[in-house]
């Protein structure tokens, strides 16, 4: 199969037993990675260089570390981790996720029948304590057509499943910063450049959720940076007025309810019950 890199940001406030888990996914995978191209996005805590340093060691040549100064953000680090994948295949992951053991194996499957396709994601298993209980599952669409289309409303990609081609990436201009919205910004200008999209057809990760992240979504602050994001989405002509105008409302609602109602609405509505 097809030499490949992935590319990870970490940053300070990553918990040190999550990336563990995460490493440790990648290291079961029954086709392994080349390289792991991992941005430090600012200083670290010692515990997570300790963590680093000790997967760096096991598992010599494997990992290029990346130190940015200071935090740039995860639209700016990955943008400079991109240039750094020695690889022209390129997976995402987030450090505080799981991937499933066959999850590369997969998504390399897919590239290798069709030599056009440019971008593949799967669904993902979402859960909060242990991915041995799943709470809900957010399913996307798989078929190009039916990517671009839905694309136009919401995130058609579960962006810690994504694998894609650095030249694509590239041709689109790179990650950017954008509010909240670094990996959906990429994709709407790489499906405007005409890259070719698939999503697998089952779950290839398992997504950690929870408070932190309800918490995070919530709150006027939070609205204002998702209202900036969308709106560099609506200029790249990407979607349309209508498009962008009933996903700040549906977003307001959301950001501005009761964090509980706001986990309820995540869980059974937006995303589908495993």
């Not at 499933?100 to 590239?111: G, I, P, S, T």
């Amino acid at each position: 199969m097809a030499e490949f890199s992935v590319l990870m940001s970490l940053y300070h406030k990553e918990k040190p037993a999550y990336v563990e888990e995460c490493f440790r996914s990648l290291l079961r995978q029954t086709v392994k990675a080349d390289e792991w191209v991992v941005v430090e996005d600012g200083p670290l805590t010692d515990e997570l260089y300790a963590v680093l340093n000790k997967y760096e060691e096991e598992n010599p040549g494997l990992i290029k570390r990346v130190p940015l100064s200071v935090n740039q953000g995860l639209g700016l680090a990955l943008q400079a981790g991109i240039p750094e994948c020695t690889h022209d295949i390129i997976a995402r992951m987030d450090t505080d996720d799981i991937a499933k053991e066959d999850r590369f194996e997969k998504q390399l499957a897919e590239f290798g029948k069709d030599p056009e396709l440019d971008i593949i994601g799967s669904h993902i298993d979402e859960f909060e304590d242990t991915p041995d209980a799943i709470v809900a599952r957010r399913v996307v669409p798989v078929t190009d057509e039916e990517i671009k289309k839905y694309q136009k409303k919401r995130d058609a990609f579960n962006h810690m499943t994504v694998m894609y081609k650095k030249k694509a990436v590239l041709d689109a201009g790179n990650y950017q910063s954008c509010p909240l919205m670094e990996d959906t910004f990429l994709w709407v200008r790489m499906m405007k450049n005409g890259a070719r999209c698939k999503n697998v057809d089952e779950s290839l990760v398992y997504a950690r959720i929870g408070k932190d992240m309800f918490d995070r979504r919530g709150g006027w602050a939070y609205f204002k940076k998702y209202k900036t994001g969308r709106k560099m989405v609506y200029e790249t002509k990407y979607i349309s007025w209508a498009d962008y105008a009933s996903t700040i409302l549906i977003q307001f609602c959301v950001a501005l309810v009761p964090r509980s109602l706001r986990g309820w609405i995540f869980k059974k509505m937006l995303h589908r019950k495993s």
